[in-house]
């Protein structure tokens, strides 16, 4: 895997305590904001989607991809992580309850594929995931992130 | 073969549906295309399509359409989506 997600999030949180979904959406949209990557209008519009649409960014056990359409409120493509204290549910069916949101914009439909791909190709490893899952510091997530995408 | 992968915005999960679904096609040797959609262009698009795949949430949305239309459950999951594709394609 080429691609180092570690350099493309724009913001890291581990251990963030959220009492419900749209806390833990809204953490992910000010990581999108710290980093430059969207207005803070964005955030409103990722929880506008699953309000409109239902929790069908839970995309697999645990794991939430929070997004909006590309709109005026992403500057540039980037990604958030937050993985949270305790997990919250979203009302998904088979995938709740949720620990990790990422946060995802793009500029357009095709720009952002290589990044999500590497995030699927870490996610879908049960062992990366759970090291993820236990990481208590942002610079853990990082490492580990680095070192996945670097082959052995 | 023509086959819609569909989530509400058409950037993220959908995307990563394509990319799992391109991956087991492979591996089944089926030749197919495969288009990443939002919601409201799929229901055009799911018209002339064989196979529509998406989630338990965005299935009713896509309403009445001739092609079959799969649910996932995990995005990431390559053996369900393995399971579910190659029932639909023999």
Known sequence: MALNLAEELSSIATNVAVSDWRQAVRYAGDGLVAGGVTTEDYTDQMIAAVEEHGPYIVIAPGVALAHARPSESVKKGGLSWVSLASPVEFGHKSNDPVSLVIGLAALDHTAHIEVLRAVAGILSNPATRSDLDAAASPEEVRSLLARAASPK | ?90
């Open chain 2, 1 to 90: 073969m023509k086959i819609v992968a569909v989530c509400g915005m058409g950037i993220g999960t959908s995307v990563l549906l394509k990319m799992n679904a391109e991956k087991v096609l492979q591996d089944l040797g089926v030749d197919a295309d495969i288009e990443a959609a939002d919601i409201g262009v799929a229901r055009g698009a799911a018209q002339t399509a064989e196979i529509v795949l998406t989630s338990q949430e965005l299935a009713p949305e896509i309403g009445d359409v001739p092609a079959e239309v799969i649910v996932i459950e995990n995005f990431f999951d390559l053996d369900e989506i393995h399971k579910k594709l190659s029932a639909a394609v023999r």
